[in-house]
């Protein structure tokens, strides 16, 4: 079967055929470590792991998945100052919480992840192509910015469809030392009051990358010349998408043969930002509901579809996730299948319809549930198999080592809790000179391998080692 996905550069379905027989090249605009990541910022994680599985065990392609790291960039040094630190210490703390909730959603590492501060020199070296080729200059009032000539490049609005001439001024510089208030800033000279350190020398003065020539540098630095995808947020689109398309292709690159962008998480019908104040992260929402669910939450739907986060949107994905698991767990571990289910191998091609993928892995469920109930144990292992393997390569496979260990740490927290609600019991039992009550709660923690120690600083518990060989005859 041909995998099809919706390029909206053409607005059309596109049979995908690589660059590159068997490999396949991704860029996706990672995040900009300014904040602690919510579930708007990370839904694009989310959908685009999904296409690179499907891409990896539907289909067998070697992946090459690149998700930079924006470690620098306007927001980052106001933020920082705000906060009165050191900016490259406030982006690397929010890089690794970024990547701490990836881990927790079990998203898979991106094959490489560049951060934009390690690409200067390429940044230049593309800048200055662009300048040799006349669709670049620097501005002439002194402030070492450098700008990208909109009107030398006729293709200029090409991927969203729009007409320069219908264009807002770009806001991401100074517009006085631009020709046209619609070019935009491939560089920005360093400013009184900014951090030396966030600063690099070049030809056109001391300054730092723009956004948009970062992503153009490192997605040519790890994928080359032209590449197979290119993807992120609908919101994405323009400008930046737009700028980076233009500048890179003005410059004599191929650059990306297909363009996907997924929809917003929006809350109340606004799309979710910090700027919004409306925002739930990844680390709040995981203490409420498990990791696993709050991945099948944001992987449910099709990726180019809005999810609108509402009271109850988390209850209805743990309840699909509890159907999957009660089944797989009255059947037993089970080897996943060596091929996928035909109908879902066809939802899937058909640009990632996981919403119709899901219901093949639930009408599976089904017959697996009806096998079991009628005694047909190896009709109910073949559906678990196909289960497995569909929820495998969705990333919400219940068997699967990320959530097993998550549901470990998750029944080690209960049974903690557990056992200190005894404790107190115990310990109230003893205040009132309840001894026998005591005596009784110390002795079903021990039945239940618990052994308590009484200090001076009140009861402390351990679990005890069990002999695999007791109550054998």
Not at 121 to 130: I, R
Not at 151 to 173: C, F, H, N, V
């Amino acid at each position: 079967m041909t995998l099809q996905i919706y390029d909206t550069a053409t607005r059309e379905l596109r049979d995908f055929v690589p660059q590159h027989e068997g490999k396949v090249g991704i860029y996706i605009c990672g995040l900009t470590t300014q904040g602690a990541p919510h579930i708007g910022h990370v839904r694009f994680t989310v959908a685009f792991d999904i296409l690179r599985r499907w891409l990896t065990e539907g289909h067998g392609y070697d992946v090459r998945l690149v998700r930079n790291v924006t470690d620098i960039d306007d927001k980052i040094l106001a933020k920082s100052a705000e906060a009165g630190q050191d900016w490259a210490a406030w982006s690397y703390r929010f890089e690794r919480e970024t990547r701490a909730a990836l881990d927790l959603l079990g998203v898979l590492p991106a094959t490489y992840e560049p951060r934009a501060t390690g690409h200067i020199t390429d940044m230049v070296e593309l800048m200055d192509t662009l300048v040799e080729k006349g669709h670049a200059y620097s501005a002439d009032d002194d402030s070492g910015d450098v700008y990208f000539d909109v009107k030398s490049w006729p293709d200029y609005g090409s991927l969203t469809r729009q007409s320069i001439d219908d264009m807002e001024p770009a806001g991401d510089a100074d517009p006085r030392g631009k020709k046209d208030p619609r070019d935009f800033a491939l560089w920005k000279g360093h400013k009184a009051g900014e951090p030396e350190s966030a600063s690099w020398p070049t030809p056109y003065g001391r300054g730092r990358p723009g956004w948009h020539l970062e992503c153009s540098a490192m997605a040519r630095r790890w994928l080359g010349d032209t590449f197979d995808i290119h993807g992120g947020g609908i919101d994405l689109r323009f400008p930046h998408h737009e700028n980076e398309q233009a500048q890179s292709r003005a410059a004599g690159l191929g650059f990306a043969r297909y363009w996907m962008h997924n929809g917003w998480v929006t809350l109340g019908g606004e799309k979710m930002s910090k700027s919004l104040g409306n925002t739930l992260t990844v680390t709040e929402l995981t203490k409420r509901v498990r990791p696993l669910v709050l991945r099948y939450y944001l992987g449910a739907v099709h990726y180019r579809s809005t999810i609108e986060y509402g009271q109850g949107s988390l209850d209805e994905a743990a309840a699909a996730v509890e159907r999957i698991e009660s089944f797989l767990g009255r059947v037993g571990e089970v080897e996943p299948a060596a091929e996928f289910p035909d109908a879902f191998r066809a939802a899937m091609d058909d640009d990632l319809n996981v919403s119709g993928a899901l219901a093949v892995v639930f009408e599976t469920v089904r017959e697996g549930n009806t096998a079991l109930d009628a005694g047909d144990l190896d009709r109910a292992r073949d559906a678990a198999a196909r289960v497995v393997r569909m929820t495998g390569v969705l990333g919400i496979d219940p068997l699967g080592p990320q959530w097993r260990s998550t549901s470990e740490d998750q029944a080690a927290q209960t049974v903690g809790a557990l056992v200190e609600g005894l404790i107190e019991q115990r310990q109230q039992a003893r205040a009132d000179k309840d001894f026998a009550t005591a005596d009784r709660i110390r002795d079903q923690l021990a039945a239940a391998g618990v052994a308590l120690e009484d200090t001076a600083d009140g009861a402390r518990w351990s679990l005890t080692k069990t002999d695999p060989e007791a109550g054998k005859a």
